[in-house]
């Protein structure tokens, strides 16, 4: 019937990664070069999730629990995540 229908359609699409996310339009710099790349940088309920502006993939997906800290300046947002990553993002 039309309530089963709406609540399997609800429960479908909240199982997906990208359900209730706030997309950001970033410029992040290439690995071992100058060059700034625009990515996705999206947030849910319980990740921070990088996306390919073209192709709409999924390029890495981090749990916010392993978000150690972060700090916010005029021109540039810095994550930190301790132990799970070598370097800032």
Request: net charge positive; hydrophobic share 35%; proline share 4%.
């Amino acid at each position: 019937n039309e309530k089963n229908a709406k609540f399997k359609y609800v429960s479908t699409v909240r199982q997906l990664p990208t359900f209730g996310i706030t997309l950001w339009t970033v410029r992040e710099q290439v690995p071992k070069k100058r060059k700034l790349q625009e990515v996705l940088l999206g947030m849910t309920r319980d990740a921070i999730i990088r996306i390919d502006p073209q192709t709409r993939t999924i390029l890495s997906s981090f749990p916010l629990k392993h978000v150690r800290r972060w700090a916010a300046g005029t021109n540039s947002f810095t994550l930190d995540y301790g132990q799970y990553k070598n370097e800032y993002y």
